[in-house]
């Protein structure tokens, strides 16, 4: 142990530890994408939060925005963010950023080593203006190829020196593509220097004129030391965005000469075309004042100042900012406030919280029991009935909370939340579909049970109506949504063909998915058992602790006598019991006969899953006998499990599960023979356990199971590494 | 994931049930070692005691632990090494008042309660109770650790440089000192002290992780105890 640290160290050293708890940020080890290293938070949006990144491959810093889960939060981010990248890679100029690469959940931009122009205290005048000047030349470029920012703010502006990097075509909207999106679109961007034909709700009109009056918007911001327009709450910002003149800009700022204050103005002008005819013309109108010519701006006629007093019709424009209000609808609560960022940071991270915990409880259904699982699902639901309490109208947080209390088997509690979320967000596709599902899963339930009335079938009526939102808005759903719903209407309507068609879908995209136990059942019910049985095995394969595979599992068992049978029994039996260590002893003092039923199934050749069955087996055979202080006998059990993971990976080559739990064989068997001193067998076994975690984070990212994998590879490498 | 199958962490090793084994007892010690400091301070909270009687009396602790039946007790509801040892020395504690006053009046025929007035935590609301001062060592010593770990590996490896400029830079008392001044020191370019900063911050928070790792049984409570060393220490 070293000296004791100073306070101040320790202190410091504590704080640089933090980044290990922020998700993103806290496995060095873990690269998002294979690829991309986070390395510090810059910044957090409505969108999502960006990062400083390292690019392993090619070995330089660049920007990672990313959003917390792709069509989560809301409908249509991902497609949104793809659309996005796809515009912005187009675009080639020294004063945009870069994009390099984008996912389905993050963008890979160029790193800009600045400071964003909000953050530059009292710019100097000329130096702001050549920045604007600069600015709106690269917006121009954006624009001819058909692009429009609509975000364009102080902050979105980086300035470095004498150079301006426009950063984040965040909601760039291809201008030839008329989109669905527009209502996420629409809503999405700073109120305080939007245009009045985006406050209002008009994002058809939209154009390049919009982005002229943004940047006209930023340099008065930073000419007069606020935005054009400030106001207590969203509705009366909205409201004077699109109905009211700002103020002059002279009258806040004396000290801003006259003739830029005219081109402020002109860009600021409620009618487009009153504004620069592109942001070209203002890069212009801007040169021309800084060469000490003429601008073309004028101050308006006071016969056009009146005539637009008269014009104004303000019932109309209060209209139009209530239509906008009900058409932003769901995204308005976070917006109220200046909070508003922290609000939307927080929920993306609970919900990001509530996805991890649905994930871990179904992964530790099987390792650590249904006690760790219910958990898991307890603190989850805990957590989210927290923050309800303190934020009522959060709908994302509503589904959530639905989805877990499904999952902990409290259907009619699920059921009322996914109403809260709907109550909230009339049409939340995402909320939709899982209250489709949920009420599927109660009619097949009841079916099953042998119950048939008006009420059930009303019940099928209605879970069929939910799922029809999958052909409405696919957009905004995730993929296996739209499959599952799909699936499970085709199950509702008595068409099992298509049903098990959609499902083999579902399970080709998605293979932790329900659908193996759907199709279990499927082929059950079409007098299949072999095929409802490899189905079965497959589902506990692939989801070890997911109830409804252990379920079909032990359905699949009706014929009496067989393996098939007394597998699952087995394996119910295992998942049942694992309750808590009593019962995981009571289990390690049966693998002679858990394995094996399994090597039963082997002998038949008949799965992947039973050779990794048979491998868990070996596996407990070796704790016990490494428990027991027989080394050798656990070395020779964990090398079995070793070949029979092997077998099933020649299977299948890319179960993920399998090759983590691969990995952890080695890294036992490397533990062993570091403590009998063999050290180039605990390099090799090393070396094996590091080939698999590699082939797994080439398979998937952002896995529990492998990161878990992968943390305690490294803590074990630590260890021995210390003896090699 | 099956995650209870492993026996993967140390304290997952001294969890798993059945007969005591050899392995058991030897991650207990690693565990017990590295922990010393906090258990200590625990002691001295607890017991009133100077920290080299503390430190005596650790061995002590040690040995009623092995030989009374706790690890067999302690499995399942304990994920953390820390919560553990805390119900642990507690008891001790509370063992320990016990016969103290017990030596006091003369005799040892009372039989008092566990939560009783004997309970240590009811000594003195002025210091810190003695979980607060277990867990202001804890997060002490998991750091040092780290920092220990990160000075070894990187002489190991011979970066000497890189460690001198991390350490320059967290050891330096008073205001974070700036990169250029640490470039000036060593020679460097600040894009050399930043990259520096940059791998070594990384290599002492994977330790950092691999210590937290081994005091937990399952990946859940591994984000639960390393949200808790980092949150801020209230006063």
């Known amino acids: 142990m070293s000296a004791e640290l100073p306070p101040e160290a320790r202190a410091r050293l504590l704080a640089d530890a933090r980044a290990l708890v922020q998700p993103t940020l806290g496995n060095s080890v873990e690269l998002l994408h294979g690829r991309y290293r986070l390395l510090r938070e810059l910044g957090r949006g409505g969108m999502g939060v960006v990062y400083e990144a390292e690019d392993v491959a090619l070995r330089r810093r660049v920007a990672v925005k990313r959003l917390a889960l792709p069509a989560a939060v809301g409908p249509g981010l991902s497609e949104q963010v793809l659309r996005e990248a796809r515009a912005a890679a187009r675009l080639d100029h020294p004063n945009i950023a870069a994009v390099y690469d984008a996912y389905a959940d993050a963008i890979v931009m160029q790193f800009v080593d600045g400071q964003p122009l909000s953050d530059v205290a009292r710019p100097p005048v000329r130096q702001l203006v050549a920045w604007i000047r600069d600015a709106a030349r690269a917006v121009h470029h954006a624009h001819e190829h058909g692009i429009v920012h609509r975000d364009l703010k102080p902050h979105n502006l980086m300035v470095a020196g004498e150079r301006v990097v426009v950063t984040d075509f965040g909601l760039a909207k291809e201008l030839a593509v008329d989109t669905s999106l527009s209502l996420s679109g629409s809503v999405l961007g700073t109120p305080s220097y939007m245009p009045p034909e985006q406050a209002g709700g008009r994002a058809r009109e939209v154009d390049a004129r919009s982005d002229v009056y943004a940047l006209g918007a930023t340099l008065y911001d930073r000419l007069a030391g606020r935005p054009p327009f400030v106001e207590k709450d969203l509705v009366a910002l909205l409201r004077a965005v699109v109905e009211d003149e700002p103020a002059p800009l002279r009258v806040i700022a004396p000290e801003v000469p006259r003739d830029l204050a005219l081109v402020v103005h002109k860009c600021l002008e409620k009618e487009k075309p009153r504004r620069y005819a592109s942001a070209a013309e203002l890069a212009d109108d801007l040169e021309r004042w800084l060469d000490g010519r003429a601008v073309l701006a004028k101050a308006p006629s006071r016969r056009y100042r009146l005539a637009k007093g008269l014009r104004r019709h303000r019932t109309a424009v209060a209209a139009a900012v209530l239509l906008a209000l009900v058409t932003f609808g769901a995204v308005v609560w976070n917006w109220t406030e200046r909070a508003a960022t922290a609000a939307i940071g927080e929920t993306l991270d609970l919900v990001e919280d509530l996805n991890l915990k649905l994930d871990n409880a179904r992964a530790l259904g099987a390792g650590e029991g249904p006690s760790a699982m219910g958990e898991q699902l307890e603190q989850g639901i805990a957590s989210a009935r927290a923050f309800l309490a303190r934020h009522p109208e959060t709908f994302q947080v509503e589904l959530k909370l639905g989805e877990l209390l499904r999952e902990s088997g409290q259907h009619q509690e699920a059921l009322l939340a996914f109403e809260r979320a709907l109550a909230q967000y009339e049409d939340y596709a995402p909320a939709l579909v899982q209250r489709g599902l949920l009420r599927a899963y109660l009619v097949g339930a009841r079916r099953a049970a042998g119950e048939s009335s008006a009420e059930l079938e009303a019940m099928r009526a209605l879970a069929l109506a939910d799922l029809a939102v999958a052909e409405r808005r696919s957009h905004a759903l995730r993929e296996v949504d739209v499959r599952l719903a799909r699936a499970e209407s085709a199950r509702l309507e008595d068409r099992p063909d298509e049903a098990q068609r959609l499902y083999r879908d579902v399970a080709r995209i998605a293979p932790h998915l329900e659908a193996p136990p759907a199709l279990a059942a499927l082929a059950l019910a079409q007098g299949d058992p072999d095929e409802a049985f490899r189905q079965a095995m497959s589902a506990v394969d692939l989801a070890r602790g997911f109830a409804p595979a252990y379920v079909a599992a032990s359905e699949t068992a009706d014929a009496p006598d067989t393996p098939e049978e007394a597998a699952a029994r087995a394996i119910r039996q295992h998942q049942c019991s694992a309750a808590g260590d009593e019962a995981t002893l009571t289990i390690d003092g049966i693998p002679g006969r858990f394995t094996d039923w399994a090597a039963r199934l082997a002998e038949k050749k008949s799965t992947a899953g039973a050779y990794a069955l048979r491998a868990i087996g070996e596996v407990r055979r070796a704790a016990r006998l490494k428990a027991e202080d027989k080394t050798t006998e656990a070395l020779a059990a964990l090398d079995r499990a070793a070949e029979d993971i092997g077998h099933a990976l020649t299977i299948d080559s890319e179960l993920v599960p399998a090759l983590c739990d691969r990995a952890l064989v080695a890294l036992e068997r490397a533990q062993l023979c570091g403590g009998l001193g063999r050290t180039s067998d605990v390099r090799e076994a090393l070396n094996r356990a590091q080939d698999d975690l590699d082939r797994a984070a080439k398979l998937v990212s952002g896995s529990e199971q492998l990161r878990t994998a992968r943390g305690l590879f490294s803590s074990r490498e630590t260890e021995l590494g210390l003896a090699r | ?235």
Do not use: C
């Open chain 2, 1 to 235: 994931m099956d995650a209870g199958i492993f026996p993967t962490t140390l304290w997952s090793d001294v969890r798993r049930g059945g007969a005591v084994g050899k392995a058991r007892e030897a991650a207990l010690a690693a565990l017990a070692q590295r922990y010393q400091a906090p258990a200590e301070a625990y002691l001295a909270a607890a017991l009133r005691l100077p920290r080299e009687r503390a430190h005596e009396l650790f061995q002590e602790f040690f040995a009623w632990m092995l030989a009374s039946d706790w690890l067999a007790k302690a499995a399942p509801e304990r994920g953390r090494f820390r919560a553990f040892l805390k119900v642990a020395l507690r008891n001790f504690a509370t063992d320990e008042l016990r016969k103290e006053r017990a030596a006091k009046r003369g005799g040892g025929a009372r039989t008092e309660s566990l939560d009783g007035e004997d309970a240590p935590e009811v000594l003195d609301h002025a210091t810190p109770t003695p979980d607060e001062a277990l867990d202001a060592a804890w997060r002490a010593a998991v750091v040092e650790a780290a920092f220990e770990r990160t000075r070894l590996a990187l002489e190991r490896s011979e970066r000497g440089l890189a460690f001198a400029v991390f350490r320059d830079y967290y050891l330096a008392g008073g205001p974070e000192p700036d990169y250029r001044t640490l470039a000036a020191r060593h020679g460097l370019t600040t894009t050399d002290v930043s990259n520096y900063l940059q791998r070594t911050k990384n290599a002492y928070r994977e330790h950092l992780r691999a210590l937290v790792l081994d005091t937990v049984a399952n990946p859940s409570d591994l984000g639960d105890e390393l949200a808790w060393l980092v949150t801020e220490e209230r006063p």
